[in-house]
């Protein structure tokens, strides 16, 4: 059974930092594309960032210079490193696998970013 379980999220001031992380069980990473999304209140679902296991990283352009994905292949885990983070960054944070036609995400966590 595949489980994605993301930690991190919290409450910062805007321009701060927070490195989101997601633990994968039941699924191999590095052979299998990788994504983090968001939901920011009352929106929809989007995607932030993501990379395939030897591919090269794309980013959503809000979040272009300012996030970085990356994977630990030791640890079967994947990272968001968020730096000057803005108030519009709030929202649930998920992290998602793709591998043989199939989807897995996990839970969300939270981040909070004040003004």
């Known amino acids: 059974q595949v489980q994605l379980v993301e930690s991190g999220g919290g409450l910062v001031q805007a321009g701060g930092s927070l490195r989101l992380s997601c633990a994968a069980s039941g699924i191999v990473l590095s052979g299998s594309y990788m994504a983090w999304y968001r939901q920011p209140p009352g929106k929809v679902r989007e995607f932030v960032a993501g990379?395939?296991?030897?591919?090269?990283?794309n980013y959503a352009d809000s979040v272009n210079d300012r996030f970085t994905i990356s994977r630990d292949s030791a640890k079967n885990t994947v990272y968001l490193q968020m730096n000057n983070l803005k108030p519009q960054d709030t929202g649930a944070y998920y992290c998602?696998?793709?591998?043989?036609?199939?989807?897995?995400w996990g839970k969300g966590t939270l981040v909070t970013v004040s003004s």
């Open positions: 998602s696998a793709v591998r043989s036609g199939s989807v897995y």
């Open positions: 990379r395939t296991g030897d591919g090269s990283p």
